[in-house]
């Protein structure tokens, strides 16, 4: 059984900080890039960062460049989303995805609420 399961969200006020985790089971975990998206209501499910599986190589939003970053602990079957000087605008549920080749997998998502 594949799983990714998130955690660390929450309502957070403007300028304020929040890690992401996502806890992976039942696939090889260093073989797979790590992603996390967000999806606001009425808005398109939109790619905030990467990780390739070595973590070796990261990718980020324009939006979110110099305030979050995404890391992962092989060891233990972990990716994080560091994200610094929230905004309002970063108000959207969080999903964890694992992608490999033709591969993907999606976690249920963590909402994220942030306050003007």
């Known amino acids: 059984q594949v799983q990714l399961v998130e955690s660390g969200g929450g309502l957070v006020q403007a300028g304020d900080s929040l890690r992401l985790s996502c806890a992976a089971s039942g696939f090889t975990f260093s073989s797979y890039a790590m992603r996390w998206y967000r999806q606001a209501p009425g808005k398109a499910r939109e790619l905030v960062a990467a990780i390739s599986g070595t973590g070796d190589s990261t990718n980020y939003a324009d939006s979110v460049k110099g305030r979050f970053t995404i890391s992962r602990d092989n060891a233990k079957n972990t990716v994080y989303l560091q994200m610094k000087s929230l905004k309002p605008e970063d108000t959207a549920r969080y999903y964890c995805?694992?992608?490999?080749?033709?591969?993907?997998?999606w976690g249920q998502g963590t909402q994220v609420t942030v306050s003007s």
């Open positions: 995805n694992a992608n490999r080749l033709l591969l993907d997998y």
